[in-house]
């Protein structure tokens, strides 16, 4: 799907596939070091290309999984995945997480992502979606409850970031 902003700026958001892998990693590391909202800091937890590629060939023959990107001008400015359980109990939801380069903060790339999740969601008839935000992530926070997520839970400190103060984390849903 294509998008454009007041400002002139396109962007395409699509399914992930192989070929992106390598530059998904880059991006990710890339990401990691610009925001303390995200669980890893730069480097830890790091995914290379042949970790891209499986996980982008499971979610692909894995019915209850979703992973986007966001292009501009052909790279890969952001991404997000739906990931769902194998678990029957646990098969009618899906958490989402949402990851966007800071020089991309503010084009509404994180909120279109977001959108197209929601949209596949309801296509694939899932009952619940999930997520996890850092309580003072305040842009996010307001995303979230304007597309309809509400607040079940804190994680109280549940973070340590850079400043040396843990944080809560917020546990949200929407029911579909």
């Known amino acids: 799907m294509k ?36 669980d890893r800091e730069q480097g830890e937890d790091y995914l290379d290309e042949a970790g ?16 986007l990107v966001a292009e501009v001008d052909g ?8 990931e769902g359980s194998h ?3 646990l098969s009618h939801r899906v958490t989402f997480g949402v990851c966007v380069l800071k020089s991309y903060w503010g084009y509404e790339i994180g909120k279109n992502l977001l959108g197209e999740s929601i949209r ?25 409850e304007n597309k309809g997520f509400v607040v079940e839970g804190v994680l109280k ?12 984390t917020l546990l949200m849903s929407k029911f579909l």
């Open 75 to 82: 790279q890969i400015v952001g991404f997000s995945r739906c």
């Open 120 to 144: 596949w969601a309801k296509s694939q008839q899932l009952k619940k979606m999930t997520l996890q935000v850092l309580e003072k992530n305040e842009k996010a926070l307001k995303l979230y």
């Open 3 to 38: 998008y454009n902003k007041k400002d002139g700026l396109s962007y395409e958001i699509r399914p992930a596939n192989e070929q992106d892998a390598l530059e998904l990693s880059h991006v990710r590391w890339q990401i990691d070091g610009e925001t303390d909202y995200l």
């Open 157 to 168: 400190d549940d973070k340590l970031l850079s400043d040396g103060h843990y944080y809560n």
């Open 87 to 89: 678990l029957k109990r």
């Open 52 to 67: 891209f590629k499986e996980r982008i060939r499971q979610d692909k023959v894995t019915i209850n999984h979703l992973f």
